[in-house]
């Protein structure tokens, strides 16, 4: 690619390429913690981890599709913490790391996974934060959120009308400490394993998903509470009874 191609998402990908004689530019990041924790939550409830549900992968990988209707039945706890798994959760631990289901670059696992919960089953609505290490999730903000997630989603129904909605932030210098400007590549390709995950526990489960792209960033994030520039919305997805 020339070093003239214009916009920004070009330029950008010309300038974090790696080449033999340069693996980038040398700005340094802080190193930051590997993983948040809200010990203020409202509340917190433990999940089970990795529930050994059955389900074909060909099937589901044949199966799996973006549905944005979903019937109004409220979703299981057990669904959610399923699905939550399949996400994020630890399959394998050593002394440094806590090795998930889905890759990410470095082991470093930038991204960070919320639930906005509108209808499920034991928990109350709101937004929610994943704690991966205990596998818990944080209430952090009481509330019916399903017009403010919708408004922020580019007015999508289907944001409403789930029974919960995925929201994946980056935590930026997470990974840039390591991978400078490359890891932004890393943050999106990371947040894709994740979210893939997601849709084919779903289909496992006959749940519906659909990944969402649109949204109005800054709404997003003010309704996670985080500050728009360290760490940044990356995608949603919603899930619904089918
Ligand atoms: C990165 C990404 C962003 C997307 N954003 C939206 C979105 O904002 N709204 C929506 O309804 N679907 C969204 N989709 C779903 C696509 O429209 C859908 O994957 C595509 O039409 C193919 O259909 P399938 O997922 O059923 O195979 C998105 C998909 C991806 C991968």
């Known amino acids: 690619m020339s070093p003239e191609a214009p916009g920004i998402g070009r330029r950008y990908l010309n300038e974090t390429r790696y080449r033999r004689d340069s693996l980038g530019e040398k700005a340094s990041y802080p190193r930051v913690a590997l993983y948040k924790e809200y010990p203020d939550a409202v509340r917190r409830?433990?999940?089970?981890?990795?529930?050994?549900?059955?389900?074909?992968?060909?099937?589901?990988?044949?199966?799996?599709?973006?549905?944005?209707?979903?019937?109004?039945?409220?979703?299981?706890?057990?669904?959610?913490?399923?699905?939550?798994?399949?996400?994020?959760?630890?399959?394998?631990?050593?002394?440094?790391?806590?090795?998930?289901?889905?890759?990410?670059?470095?082991?470093?696992?930038?991204?960070?996974?919320?639930?906005?919960?509108h209808q499920v089953e034991g928990l109350a609505p709101g937004i929610w934060h994943l704690e991966v290490p205990d596998f818990e999730l944080a209430l952090?903000?009481?509330?019916?959120?399903?017009?403010?997630?919708?408004?922020?989603g580019l007015f999508q129904s289907f944001l409403g009308t789930a029974g919960a909605v995925f929201i994946w932030t980056g935590i930026l210098n997470r990974a840039m400490w390591k991978y400078r400007e490359r890891?932004?590549?890393?943050?999106?390709?990371?947040?894709?394993?994740?979210?893939?995950?997601?849709?084919?526990?779903?289909?496992?489960?006959?749940?519906?998903?659909?990944?969402?792209?649109?949204?109005?960033?800054?709404?997003?994030?003010?309704?996670?509470?985080?500050d728009g520039r360290e760490e940044v919305a990356l995608y949603l997805a919603s899930v619904g009874a089918l």
């Open 45 to 117: 409830i433990a999940l089970q981890a990795d529930p050994g549900l059955p389900g074909d992968l060909w099937d589901c990988l044949r199966r799996r599709r973006s549905q944005r209707q979903y019937q109004t039945r409220p979703l299981r706890l057990e669904e959610l913490a399923a699905l939550l798994w399949a996400a994020q959760g630890v399959s394998f631990s050593s002394r440094n790391y806590l090795l998930r289901t889905a890759p990410s670059a470095g082991a470093l696992y930038p991204v960070e996974t919320y639930v906005a919960v």
């Open 140 to 152: 952090i903000r009481e509330g019916d959120a399903r017009r403010p997630l919708t408004d922020a």
């Open 183 to 226: 890891a932004i590549r890393y943050l999106f390709l990371d947040a894709g394993h994740i979210c893939q995950n997601l849709m084919l526990a779903a289909t496992a489960l006959g749940l519906g998903t659909c990944p969402v792209g649109a949204f109005f960033d800054g709404e997003v994030e003010e309704l996670l509470g985080v």
